[in-house]
């Protein structure tokens, strides 16, 4: 009776929870951020006094972008540093993110030879 409770507590439990949990731990700062920049888009900012003084004109929506260019560079990074219960779900995340971005940054080359080639 004593060694099945301490198998039972010795068991890994729910590893398809974790699984998730790592996937979308080092996704939520790109998430987050993106929701940002798709609110702050068409963004009047002379309706909002108190965040005009301290952003003026299109500041919020360029700190947002921002914000979402340092999220996505440091979603791999989280991604490979997650420990083990997260681990596999961190690691799917930042590969994932990395092919994004890659994908992402052929295609800004492919316009910027269009526009070079005019």
Request: charged share 15%; glycine share 12%.
């Amino acid at each position: 009776m004593v060694d099945e409770s301490v198998d039972n507590l010795n068991s890994t439990g729910d590893t398809k929870g974790n699984f998730w949990k790592g996937f979308f731990i080092a996704s939520f700062a790109p998430i987050i951020s993106l929701i940002c920049v798709i609110l702050t888009i068409d963004m009047q900012i002379t309706d909002y006094p108190a965040l005009n003084k301290f952003f003026g004109g299109d500041d919020l929506f360029i700190f947002s972008l921002m914000s979402l260019l340092a999220s996505l560079i440091a979603w791999p990074i989280i991604g490979f540093s997650l420990r083990p219960p997260y681990q596999e779900g961190g690691r799917a995340s930042a590969k994932l993110g990395l092919v994004g971005g890659g994908l992402m940054f052929l295609y800004g080359l492919i316009l910027m030879s269009y526009v070079g080639a005019s």
